[in-house]
DNA sequence: CCAACATACGGAACGGCGTTCCGGATGCCA
DNA sequence: TGGCATCCGGAACGCCGTTCCGTATGTTGG
């Protein structure tokens, strides 16, 4: 807001040298230790195994949602994108929406911890909320208003509640093998339609 | 299983009246601090309400787990109990089913973190887990049967997971006006007939 | 090639929290 | 009332997130 760019080059001069390095080494270092010690790993952790301090960590991304978003977001869109692209392919929009949610799911479930800290009310986290909110949530909705159209699924259901209902059942997948998320969330997929 | 008491009189000597005193002030306090802060209230804020040190917590009450059990072991039997009645009183077992659950959620909506809790796969919930699963898996398991009996819902849903799916849908009840966890249940029950 | 400056780094330090431990106090019973 | 088993308080320890600043390093103009 303060000063248009009116040029075309870069306006931020370009970052040092072992400023991209360290952000590249902590990205890497943090997307293997979120598979192996889930999302919530202690914080010096990521910071060994990338070989930096603690204080990069927090310099290039001031809140574990910041890192946690950087390391998941190509699969994120991937899944953003998937939803029109399901809707224009598949037979039905209540398949499109069924397929699209599985999709949401088996990214979940695949990322230890992630579908807690999603939920988490606590302050560090509103990014990562606010980032699956308005990346994911249109996507959904209109996959819902498609299926609405089509008088395929009741017409109560908000895509806020449905996604947030999705995640909470990805918590905790795979710590019993008698809780199958995919079955909560396909039954729960199967309650929305017209009877 | 290592001694049998044959007798009638307390095996246990019975425990000292300061015990005794801080055993209930520690119960009252928790719960107090429950309904303020939720289950993840700092030990000292509970050691600070109850006028105890916190080594008085751990002496009564090992593990916040414990504890929580302790608080709310009159609801959790309750609601048990109300599994039977609900099913001998009902027009049907699915009607049953999902009176129970219901109650079952606005049990774990009004407690604040209790939700989030159960699935946490920290030991020290251990005991918390345990005793929900050991109290209400069979009281769900009951309705569930009677239902299938009934042939009004699928056979192949197990208590464990639904209880688990009902828990993990009641996580950030009342965090967001727009997350409504009962409404989600009542479509995952509703997903759960037969068509 | 070399200063001199902006930028970035490392890790010590701080506060909050759960948990343990033990010297001292206190109820209980003979 | 004396003596003992029981119980209490809170200091102390370790883990963790977060901040901060003296130091190191990349960059750039001369």
């Given at each position: 807001m303060?000063d248009?760019?009116?040029g075309?080059?870069?306006?931020?001069?370009?970052?040092?040298?072992d400023?991209r390095?360290?952000?590249?080494?902590l990205?890497?270092?943090a997307a293997?230790?979120?598979?192996t010690?889930?999302?919530?790993?202690?914080?010096?952790?990521i910071?060994?195994?990338a070989g930096?301090?603690?204080?990069?960590?927090?310099r290039h991304?001031?809140t574990?949602?910041?890192?946690?978003?950087?390391v998941?977001?190509?699969?994120?869109?991937?899944?953003a994108e998937?939803g029109?692209?399901l809707l224009a392919?598949s037979d039905t929009?209540?398949?499109?929406?069924?397929?699209?949610?599985?999709?949401?799911?088996?990214?979940?479930?695949?990322?230890?911890?992630l579908?807690?800290?999603?939920q988490?009310?606590d302050?560090?986290?509103?990014?990562?909320h606010?980032?699956?909110l308005?990346?994911?949530?249109?996507?959904?909705?209109?996959?819902?208003?498609?299926a609405v159209?089509?008088d395929e699924?009741?017409p109560d259901m908000?895509?806020?509640?449905?996604l947030?209902?999705?995640?909470?059942?990805?918590?905790?997948a795979?710590s019993?093998?008698?809780?199958?998320p995919?079955?909560l969330?396909?039954?729960?997929?199967a309650?929305?339609?017209?009877?």
């Amino acid at each position: 807001m303060a000063d248009i760019d009116s040029g075309s080059e870069q306006p931020v001069p370009r970052k040092r040298a072992d400023a991209r390095r360290n952000e590249r080494a902590l990205l890497d270092a943090a997307a293997a230790a979120f598979v192996t010690s889930g999302v919530d790993v202690p914080v010096r952790d990521i910071a060994v195994r990338a070989g930096v301090g603690v204080g990069t960590i927090y310099r290039h991304f001031p809140t574990r949602a910041d890192l946690i978003v950087a390391v998941y977001r190509h699969q994120i869109e991937a899944c953003a994108e998937a939803g029109p692209a399901l809707l224009a392919d598949s037979d039905t929009p209540h398949a499109a929406l069924a397929q699209w949610i599985d999709l949401f799911v088996d990214f979940l479930v695949t990322k230890h911890g992630l579908a807690a800290a999603l939920q988490s009310d606590d302050a560090a986290f509103q990014t990562l909320h606010a980032y699956f909110l308005d990346r994911l949530v249109p996507v959904c909705d209109q996959l819902l208003d498609a299926a609405v159209a089509a008088d395929e699924i009741r017409p109560d259901m908000d895509a806020y509640g449905l996604l947030r209902g999705v995640g909470n059942l990805c918590i905790g997948a795979g710590s019993d093998p008698r809780y199958d998320p995919r079955r909560l969330v396909d039954l729960l997929v199967a309650g929305l339609r017209v009877r």
